[in-house]
């Protein structure tokens, strides 16, 4: 039995958290800080300067704690490229807009679908996109680099070793072949492959505290780094630590800026459409896991404002199941998507359908019901997306809802109408990417909470989906 505190650094799109954890997997602190990227040379990049300092002090609130092991956890669209024991450009943020005939000329050279599970994203949501652009603006860029993925780059920082770990490289990035267990042969041909630190398991101990570290934050210099893993594989994890979860045909639907369906399916692969943000995750183990996604977490933010809480926060509630009905009653809803270029239905341009078709800026902010209204749509709106998404990659016994959405009642108890074959459960315990962090230093570690099996949403659901699918059609 491990003993000792534990540091879990959480380093997502727009949130950095970083928690306590005791021997026993009780969460003891919690710390965070927003992100934004910066504009360098006139690219917006990861605050990787930002992030560093806020770390430091936050890793100093912990001086006077038993802490034993720091584990890191990051999205999975980003690279860091060091040279010299530094980075030798700021790592690009993943919505940074590439030209469109550096994206053309990087397709070229991308293997298949069928390779390699990675999709063609917009942006540089495709790792390879990234690298392709740096070495378009400057041939030299990656010379002498030893590049590693996001989440490794915090190991780094603060052990000084540099490592690679699978379900980061094998997220979308078009650099890995899930049923090989190897780069890609775009990776291998074009040299980058080779550019990649060690590869090692998530859960290997890389290092202890740079000697600068543990001077700065006061934390002992024993304490073990691990490399790390990509954050919705760190939900997997953590979910796979409940009985009903663990060894069954079951989907964790993981809630944050992205909604990302993750399926360990006990049959054999299904087959995936890769234009509609369909995609090979692989896990710790290595081993593909069919996913689906799209980014709720920023339609709903967009239509509601920045605090996406007010679809969760506990109190409303009962006043946002109250607004459902007549939401049924009058099929106001909205069509996909906010996001373009991401989730099942890409290509089309999102618009409000019935009492609101005007928009919801059209809702008078001074009315509290309509207010109400609105949240309660964006909920139905992101679980009619699961439900499609979910379908896509054959989900069908369990499905567990994680992450801040999973409080939102409207959301996870229509999608619960929706699939009325599928268990559909959530997780009365928090911060379930960091308990699947904890779960790599003690496997036989089990959540503290209980699952919660959902309760149906009351209501002729059925019929708002269909009349939401005949406009989708009309729509294309």
């Known amino acids: 039995m491990p003993t000792g505190a534990t540091i879990v650094i959480d380093l997502g799109k727009t949130l950095s958290k970083v928690t306590l954890w005791d021997e026993a997997g009780r969460l003891l602190d919690r710390q965070t800080r927003p992100n934004a990227p910066v504009v360098i040379d006139g690219l917006h990049c990861l605050d990787t300067d930002g992030i560093g300092r806020w770390l430091i002090e936050a ?11 720091i584990v890191p956890v990051g999205h999975a669209a980003a690279v860091a490229a ?7 450009f700021p790592p690009l943020d993943y919505e940074q807009q590439v030209p469109e005939a550096i994206l053309a000329t990087y397709r070229a050279q991308c293997d298949p679908f069928e390779v390699t599970g990675s999709p063609a994203l917009p942006c540089g949501l495709n790792l390879g996109a990234q690298l392709w652009w740096a070495q378009q603006r400057d041939p030299d860029a990656l010379a002498a680099t030893t590049l590693m993925p996001w989440a490794q780059y915090w190991a780094w920082f603060l052990s000084g070793s540099a490592v690679s770990e699978v379900t980061s490289l094998g997220c979308h990035s078009d ?16 040299g980058w492959a080779a550019r990649f630190a060690p590869l090692v398991f998530a859960g290997d101990v890389v290092g202890t505290l740079r000697p600068a570290i543990a ?12 490399a790390g893993l990509h954050d919705s594989n760190a939900a997997l994890h953590a979910a796979r630590g409940f009985p009903q979860i663990a060894g069954s045909d079951a989907t964790v639907l993981s809630t944050g800026t992205w909604f990302i369906a993750m399926r360990r399916p006990a049959t054999a692969l299904p087959a995936l459409p890769p234009g509609r943000d369909c995609l090979i995750n692989v896990d710790i183990e290595g081993r593909p896991v069919p996913s689906a996604r799209f980014m709720g977490g920023r339609e709903i933010e967009s239509v509601i404002g920045i605090d996406t809480r007010r679809v969760d926060i506990k109190p409303d509630q009962p006043a946002l199941l109250a607004a459902v009905p007549d939401l049924l009653a009058s099929g106001t809803m909205l069509l996909p998507t906010l996001a373009p270029g991401c989730g099942p239905f890409p290509d089309l ?33 992101a679980a009619l997306v699961a439900d499609v998404a979910l379908d896509l990659i054959g989900s069908r016994e369990s499905l567990l809802i994680e992450g801040r959405f999973a409080e939102a009642e409207v959301f996870v108890r229509a999608l ?33 909470g209980a699952l919660r099996r959902v309760e149906p949403l009351c209501g002729d659901i059925d019929s708002y989906r269909q009349r939401w699918h005949a406009a989708l059609e009309n729509a294309r």
Do not use: K
């Not at 060091?82 to 030798?88: E, H, S, V």
């Not at 001077?215 to 691990?226: D, E, F, Y």
């Open 215 to 226: 001077q700065n934050t006061g934390l002992p210099a024993t304490v073990r780094v691990l």
């Open 59 to 69: 890793l100093s609130q912990y001086a006077g704690h038993p802490v034993r092991t």
């Open 416 to 448: 619960a109408a929706l699939r009325p074959q599928t268990c559909v459960m959530t997780a009365n315990a928090h911060n379930d990417v960091s308990f699947g962090a904890l779960r790599l230093i003690d496997p036989a570690l089990r959540p503290q």
């Open 175 to 190: 650099l890995w072949c899930p049923q090989e267990a190897d780069f890609s042969p775009m990776a291998h041909r074009l």
């Open 349 to 381: 341009t999102a618009r409000w359908l019935g009492d609101c078709a005007d928009g919801p800026e059209e809702w008078p902010e001074d009315w509290p019901e309509e207010w109400y209204a609105r949240r309660a749509a964006m909920c139905l709106y």
């Open 82 to 88: 060091i040279r010299d024991d530094r980075l030798a």
